[in-house]
């Protein structure tokens, strides 16, 4: 049986943010930040112009998310202990006795209990699916997500039809 797939890894795929992440036992990290590099792979049957998405039409989709992500500070909404709170002009973080007070058009709220790069490369996919789905059928299609934040250190993540 045949099987194909297309692969866009280009060094315009990607977005530096900075985020802070929480550890079993209560630990949280310092704020940081990463340049991450994000690579995307479709896998699926061929379309009637025999290939299983156009390579355009998947990076342009894949930099429109990224390009939400992009110079932000990520903040997880789904944390049982993170709160994360707007008031007025500001995003408040609350940690333990741990305290953050960043200006609201600085942050991304994103819907997940953390904001590690295993989590993230999962969002990147959800959406890249959702922005594929306006273009063409996506049911048949697995879609795989690396995310590196660092040079050798990489998360991914395969959503399967």
């Known amino acids: 049986m045949e099987s194909y797939r297309v692969r866009v890894a280009k060094n315009e795929l990607g977005f530096s943010a900075g985020h802070f992440i929480t550890f079993a036992g ?10 991450y590099r994000v690579a995307a792979e479709v896998q699926g049957p061929l379309d009637e112009n025999h290939y299983v998405v156009d390579f355009v039409a998947l990076r342009e989709a894949l930099r429109k998310i990224l390009a939400e992500l992009d110079h932000y500070v990520l903040l997880p ?17 609350r940690f333990d ?12 709220i ?8 295993e989590l993230l490369a999962r969002y990147i996919g959800v959406r890249l699916k959702e922005e594929l789905s306006r273009q ?4 048949s299609l697995a879609i795989r997500i690396e995310v590196e934040e660092s040079f050798g250190q ?3 993540c395969e959503l399967r039809a």
């Open 97 to 108: 006795n741990r305290r953050w007070v960043f200006p609201r058009d600085n942050c991304v």
């Open 136 to 139: 063409m059928d996506t049911t």
């Open 110 to 117: 994103l819907p997940l209990v953390n904001t590690t790069a």
């Open 77 to 93: 909404s789904e944390h049982p202990q993170i709160r994360v709170t707007i008031e007025g002009d500001e995003v408040v973080a």
């Open 26 to 35: 209560g630990q949280c990290e310092r704020l940081h930040g990463h340049n």
């Open 154 to 156: 990489s998360a991914l």
